[in-house]
C-alpha cells in the first residue's frame, strides 16, 4: 500500500466520520457507554480480587495446646506441624506472649492477669498455610494431632469466604465477556446503518473498477476510529473518577486497601483501547460483506 | 471488440428467458443502440458485458477474451476499461461534481496532479467547466447525467455503456447529451446506448439493433427505432 492510497483512506474514513456526524456519533457512544461499564466492572473486579487476596492473607489458623502438655511433646507437636506439606509459617505464642498481646489491646479491662490472678490463656501455634484455601485441610489434621486442644479459623467466615470470592470471580468473568459480546454487537449493528447509508458509493466504487480492498479499507479505518474514539472517553472518565474514589477511601475507608490507579490504569486503558478499536474493525468487516458481493 | 455468442438469460424465479439466444458483435469504434420496449432485455445485455449479471448459457467475449473466465483481478482491469452511465445518474450526493468524476481516477490510485487535470479536461469536456464545487443536487437533470458521463470518459474508456441515459432528462437536454455521446465516440471509443426513445435513435442515424422478448429481431446500420 502506497503512502498516498494509506493518506487516502485515512482521508476518506475521517471525511466519512464527519459528514455522517450524527451517525458517528452515535457509534462512538455506544463504544463509550459499553467500555465504560465494561471498564467500572474490570475496576470493581480487580479490587474485590484485590480484598479478598488481602483478607485470604491475613487469615490463619490457631491451634491451642493442652493445659498439661509436656515441654518434650510440645516440640514434638511442633515438628508434626511444621511437617504438614500445605504448611508455609508455624509460630509458637506461648501463653505469657498471649497475655501481654491482649493487654496491649484491651488494656485495663484484663488488669491485673498474670500478676496477682492467673493467666487463663493457652500455649498455641499460629500457623499460616501457602494457599489460603487449604485452611480448612489443615485444620482438620490439626484437629487430629494429640496435644491439641482446640484449633480455631473462623471456620464459616472462612469457608463464605472462598465461596464469595470465587463467586465474584466467575460472575464478573460471564458479565464481561456479556458485555463485551453486546459492544460488539452494537457496533456491528451502528456501523450497518452507515454502510447502509453509503450503499451506493459502494456500488459506484465496484463500477468503476476498485478492488475489494480499496472499498474496505476507508471502512475498516472509521470502525477502529470510531471504536478508538468510544475507548478514549470511557478511559479518562474511569481514570478521573477511579482516581478521585481512591483519594476518597484513604481518607474514609482506611480499613478498605484499593489498587492504586497506577497499578490498574494503565493496563486498563489499554485494555480499553485495543477492545474499542478491535471492536469497530470487526463491526466494519461484518457490516460490509455482503455489500461487496457482485 | 465485444462478441456476444448465443446468450441465454433466465433470471432466478422466472420462467421466460430475459434473453433467449441472443448473438452480437460490436467492433471497436461503434456506436450501436439498443432498443425495444421494456423487458426486451436491453438492460440485461448491458449488465452482461459489464459482467454484472453471468449468462445461464452461452458466452460474452471481451477483447477476445472470454469474460466467464476472468479471475476477479482481470475482471477489474476489464471494468476499469469499461464507462458505465445510468439512468438515474447514480452521483454521490454527498460529493461535489469534482469529486465525483475524481472518485473513478482515485480507485485507480492516480496522483492528484493527474487527477486534477484529467478531471478539469473530463468536465470541460462534457461542459461543466465552472461547475467543479456544485453538489449534484444544485444541478439539473441534464447537468447530472453529464457529470455521470464526465465520471464515465475520465478514465479514458474503450467502451461506454449507457442504460437509458436519456430517462431522467427532459428533450432538449437528451438531444445535447447524444450530441455528447457521438462526440465521444469520434474520439475512437465504442458506444453502446440502451434507450427507448425512438425520436432521439431516429435522429441520429446510426447502428440499431433492436431486442423484443429477449430475441434481436432487427440490427442495421444507419438504423432507425419505428415508434408504434
Known amino acids: 500500500m502506497s503512502p498516498r492510497t494509506l493518506f487516502y483512506y485515512i482521508k476518506e474514513a475521517f471525511r466519512s466520520i464527519f459528514r455522517n456526524s450524527w451517525m458517528s456519533l452515535a457509534s462512538i457512544g455506544v463504544v463509550a457507554v459499553t467500555l465504560f461499564i465494561l471498564g467500572s466492572f474490570m475496576l470493581l473486579n480487580i ?4 480484598l479478598t487476596g488481602e483478607i485470604k492473607d ?11 502438655i509436656t515441654p518434650e511433646a510440645l516440640d514434638e507437636l511442633r515438628v508434626r506441624v511444621i511437617r504438614l506439606p500445605q504448611v508455609e509459617e508455624v509460630r509458637f505464642v506461648d501463653r505469657d506472649e498471649a497475655l501481654l498481646r491482649l493487654k496491649d489491646k484491651l488494656g485495663p479491662m484484663v488488669e491485673g492477669y498474670g500478676e496477682g490472678r492467673p493467666n487463663p490463656l493457652r500455649d498455641s501455634f499460629e500457623i499460616r498455610t501457602i494457599v489460603p ?7 482438620a489434621a490439626l484437629m487430629d494431632m494429640p496435644g491439641i486442644a ?11 469466604l472462598f465461596q464469595f470470592t470465587a463467586v465474584v470471580k466467575w460472575v464478573g468473568m460471564a458479565f464481561m465477556l456479556g458485555l463485551a459480546l453486546t459492544a460488539a454487537f452494537l457496533i456491528a449493528n451502528t456501523i450497518k446503518l452507515t454502510v447502509n447509508a453509503r450503499a ?7 463500477y468503476v473498477g476498485a478492488t475489494e480492498w480499496f472499498i474496505r479499507w476507508p471502512f475498516l479505518i472509521e470502525g477502529m476510529l470510531l471504536g478508538a474514539f468510544g475507548a478514549l472517553l470511557p478511559m479518562l472518565l474511569l481514570a478521573y473518577l477511579y482516581g478521585r474514589t481512591v483519594a476518597w477511601a484513604e481518607l474514609n475507608l482506611v480499613f478498605l486497601p484499593l489498587v492504586s490507579p497506577q497499578a490498574v490504569l494503565g493496563d486498563m486503558g489499554r485494555i480499553l483501547l485495543v477492545l474499542g478499536t478491535g471492536i469497530g474493525c470487526l463491526g466494519s468487516l461484518v ?3 455482503r455489500f461487496l458481493r457482485v | 471488440m465485444i462478441e456476444i455468442r448465443d446468450v441465454q438469460k433466465i433470471y432466478n424465479g422466472s420462467s421466460a428467458g430475459a434473453l433467449s439466444g441472443v448473438s452480437l458483435n460490436i467492433a471497436r469504434g461503434d456506436f450501436v443502440f439498443l432498443v425495444g420496449p421494456s423487458g426486451a432485455g436491453k438492460s440485461t445485455l448491458i449488465k452482461l458485458i459489464f459482467r454484472e449479471i453471468d449468462p445461464t448459457s452461452g458466452k460474452v467475449f471481451f477483447n477476445g477474451r472470454d469474460m466467464a473466465g476472468l479471475r476477479e483481478s482481470e475482471l477489474l482491469k476489464v ?23 475524481a472518485f473513478a481516477l482515485e480507485v485507480l490510485g492516480e496522483s492528484p496532479r493527474a487527477i486534477r487535470a484529467r478531471v478539469s479536461l473530463a468536465l470541460e469536456r462534457v461542459g461543466l467547466a465552472g461547475k467543479e464545487n456544485s453538489f449534484p443536487s444544485r444541478l439539473s437533470g441534464g447537468e447530472q447525467q453529464r457529470v455521470g458521463i464526465a465520471r464515465a470518459i475520465v478514465k479514458d474508456p474503450l467502451v461506454i455503456l449507457a442504460d437509458e441515459p436519456t430517462g431522467n432528462v427532459d428533450r432538449e437536454n437528451s438531444r445535447r447529451l447524444m450530441e455528447l455521446f457521438e462526440d465521444i465516440n469520434r474520439s475512437g471509443t465504442t458506444v453502446i446506448i440502451a434507450t427507448h426513445a425512438w425520436d432521439l ?3 441520429m442515424k446510426k447502428r440499431v439493433v433492436a431486442l423484443e422478448k429477449g430475441l434481436i429481431v432487427r440490427d442495421e446500420e444507419r438504423g432507425t427505432y419505428s415508434h408504434e
Open chain 1, 287 to 289: 457490516s460490509i460483506r
Open chain 2, 79 to 101: 471494468r476499469r476499461k469499461i464507462g458505465m452511465v445510468f439512468q438515474d445518474f447514480r452521483l454521490l450526493r454527498q460529493k461535489t461534481v469534482f469529486e465525483n468524476v
Open chain 1, 200 to 206: 451506493n458509493e459502494i456500488m459506484i466504487m465496484k
Open chain 1, 133 to 139: 484455601e487449604d485452611i480448612p485441610a489443615v485444620a
Open chain 1, 58 to 68: 491475613q487469615v490463619e489458623i490457631i491451634a491451642y495446646v493442652d493445659w498439661e
Open chain 1, 150 to 160: 482446640r484449633v480455631d479459623y473462623g471456620t464459616e467466615v472462612v469457608e463464605k
Open chain 1, 47 to 50: 479490587n474485590v480480587e484485590h
Open chain 2, 201 to 203: 435513435v431516429n435522429g
